[in-house]
């Protein structure tokens, strides 16, 4: 839990961090006019890329409560940020730490868009049933044991239903 807690506040740190990285490792190991033109597109969209992953997970009501990300979030974004990280070394394989940052990237939005949607559908189911075992006591029944999600007919108590018609003269 430390680790992932760790994490959590890290996350924070790494949307200003490691795009000053990246300028920073590039004013120490790297060399040449191109490059500096390459910085000027990749370190902004790497800002924003880490602020939205960081948004869609803090999104998340189980991460805000613990304060602590999952276990999937540390794999998937720490392998973003270390590709990150290695990338600002502007050694020979810079390049292709930059591809894998990318990548990472890319499955980092999908895995924390994923995680999102599937605690939301938690919660939702959690709350239906909750709202159909208040509803049963109102009416004076038990809360049903069927499946969440099937329904019954109205009126099905299997009592006897009488209905009056009214008739206009």
């Known amino acids: 839990m430390l680790i992932r807690r760790l994490f959590y506040r890290w ?21 040449g006019g191109w490059g500096t033109l390459g910085l000027v597109i990749v370190v902004p969209v ?27 979030d540390v794999g998937v974004i720490g392998v973003w940020h270390a590709a990150l ?12 730490f930059g591809v894998l940052a990318i990548v990472a990237a890319i499955a980092a939005f999908w895995v924390a868009l994923w995680q999102l949607v599937k605690d ?11 709202f159909e075992r208040l509803a049963a006591e109102q009416q004076g029944g038990k809360p049903r044991q069927d499946a969440p999600g099937t329904r019954r007919p109205p009126f099905d ?7 009056i018609h009214e008739v206009r003269d």
Do not use: C, H
Not at 46 to 72: C, D, H, K, M, Q
């Open 46 to 72: 790497a800002f924003l890329t880490l602020g939205v992953v960081v948004l869609l997970v803090n999104a998340r009501p189980t991460v805000r409560r613990e304060r602590a990300v999952s276990w999937i």
């Open 120 to 130: 939301g559908a938690k919660r939702m189911n959690a709350s239906m049933a909750e």
């Open 11 to 31: 996350q924070f740190i790494a949307i200003v961090a490691l795009p000053a990285w990246l300028l920073v490792g590039w004013a120490i190991f790297g060399s």
């Open 85 to 96: 990280i290695a990338t600002g070394f502007y050694t020979g394989g810079s390049t292709f």
């Open 157 to 163: 108590d299997g009592d006897e239903v009488i209905v």
